[in-house]
Each structure stands twice: as structure tokens, then as C-alpha cells.
């Protein structure tokens, strides 16, 4: 899976559909093997990143969970720890 896609479910707020649309793009890109892709390929570029953030948008509405939602500020310092962790100089 590409590092750029984040988790999306179970947070407060929910994920945006900014959110959903920018995960599906970087499937779509880690799939295709393209950045951007060229001119011939653009429509089936964004055809395919449309149909995965439509999918991925109902998959998010559908999932439930007990747990109690999580805090997108605190996932983020956490994941800034373990990157600092992770990268320090030696």
C-alpha cells in the first residue's frame, strides 16, 4: 500500500470528501504506476480515481465500529513521533 494513503475511518471529524477523493487518487496513481498520466490516458485517470473515492465513500458509510472515534490531532503527533524516531540522525 502507497505511505500517502491514511487511514480514514473512525476519526472525529469524519474524513472529508477531500479526504476520500486525494486516498483514491493515490491508489490510483500507485496502481497505474502514473504521476500524471498523458493526454490519452487522462479520462481513464480520473474516471478510475472517480469510481475508487465513490466506492471507498460508501465503504466508509458502511463500517461500524464500538470503538470511540479517535482524535485526528493526536494520530498526528503520534505518527510525527514515530517519524522523528524513525528518521534521527545516527
Not at 23 to 33: D, H, I, L, N, T
Amino acid at each position: 500500500m502507497c505511505r500517502n494513503i491514511h487511514t480514514l475511518f473512525n476519526f472525529e471529524p469524519p474524513a472529508t470528501g477531500d479526504e476520500v477523493r486525494a486516498a483514491a487518487e493515490q491508489y490510483v496513481r500507485k496502481v497505474s504506476g502514473f504521476t500524471k498520466p498523458s493526454k490519452a490516458n487522462a479520462e481513464a485517470f480520473a474516471r478510475a480515481v472517480d469510481e475508487v473515492a465513490h466506492v471507498t465513500q460508501h465503504l466508509l458509510d458502511a463500517l461500524v465500529t464500538n470503538a470511540s472515534p479517535r482524535d485526528r490531532d493526536t494520530e498526528a503527533e503520534r505518527a510525527r513521533a514515530r517519524a522523528a524516531k524513525r528518521f534521527q540522525a545516527a
